[in-house]
């Protein structure tokens, strides 16, 4: 895999980590920190959605994969609309493992892409979901 790749992937954690902190130390107030991280946390699982819609494109797969691939967007979206609190933390989360979980199973990336791919969305999303635990718990 591309060490930009990795580098960018890493990057992404600096609102998830950061946006918890500021809160808990008082340098953002807690309604701002969780605001700007539930829409980022939103916006970064469409994000994961890409990635099927362009193998089942690459791949001509027409099968599920196409249409599995508009879920993080729709999920994300109607989350941040109709939830709050700790059920949109919760459901954020549960989201982000759901889409590790189907990339595992799904992608049909080459071999030496698909494991460190694995590893790294693997670290990411425990990150992620302990980031949402954490801004939950203040």
């Not at 939830?83 to 595992?104: F, H, N, P, T």
């Not at 694995?118 to 801004?135: D, K, N």
């Amino acid at each position: 895999m591309p060490r930009t790749a990795i580098l960018l992937g890493y990057a992404g954690l600096i609102p998830f980590v950061g946006l918890p902190v500021l809160a808990l130390t008082g340098q953002l107030h807690y309604f701002q920190a969780y605001t700007y991280f539930v829409q980022y946390s939103a916006i970064i699982l469409s994000f994961f959605g890409g990635m099927h819609y362009l193998d089942a494109i690459q791949n001509r797969r027409s099968n599920h994969q196409l249409y599995v691939s508009m879920l993080p967007s729709i999920v994300g979206w109607t989350s941040l609309v109709f939830l709050d609190g700790y059920l949109l933390l919760s459901v954020l989360s549960i989201a982000y493992i759901g889409m590790l979980m189907y990339d595992k199973y799904v992608l049909a990336l080459e071999k030496d892409i698909l494991l460190p791919y694995t590893f790294m969305r693997t670290m990411l999303t425990t990150i992620v979901v302990i980031s949402h635990l954490f801004m939950a718990s203040i």
